[in-house]
Nanobody
Framework: QVQLVESGGGLVQPGGSLRLSCATS????????MAWYRQAPGKERELVAT???????NYADSVKGRFTISRDNAKNTVYLQIESLKPEDTAVYYC?????????WGQGTQVTVSS
């Protein structure tokens, strides 16, 4: 069973930065396509960024230029570097691993942007 554990969230002032981490275990990390999603209060979960097993990345328009997804296959970890945080980035951020029709989720990490 694949397990994903997110970390790195917290309370940040507008304009600040964070690096979220998602450590995986129980699977072959390098073959998974990885993604970060977020869910703000009262809203549906939305896709933020993806990185394929081959390292190709894609971003939601709302975060392009501010978010960077990366992966370290040696550490079985995917990262989300977030810059220039805005109050509207406040959400629970979830890590997702995908292969074929299988999907795995972490428990999420809260990011709150407030002065």
């Amino acid at each position: 069973q694949v397990q994903l554990v997110e970390s790195g969230g917290g309370l940040v002032q507008p304009g600040g930065s964070l690096r979220l981490s998602c450590a995986t275990s129980g699977g072959i990390f390098r073959i998974y396509d990885m993604a970060w999603y977020r869910q703000a209060p009262g809203k549906e979960r939305e896709l933020v960024a993806t990185i394929t097993s081959g390292g190709s990345t894609n971003y939601a328009d709302s975060v392009k230029g501010r978010f960077t997804i990366s992966r370290d296959n040696a550490k079985n970890t995917v990262y989300l570097q977030i810059e220039s945080l805005k109050p509207e980035d406040t959400a629970v951020y979830y890590c997702n691993a995908a292969i074929a029709s299988l999907r795995y989720w972490g428990q999420g990490t809260q990011v709150t942007v407030s002065s």
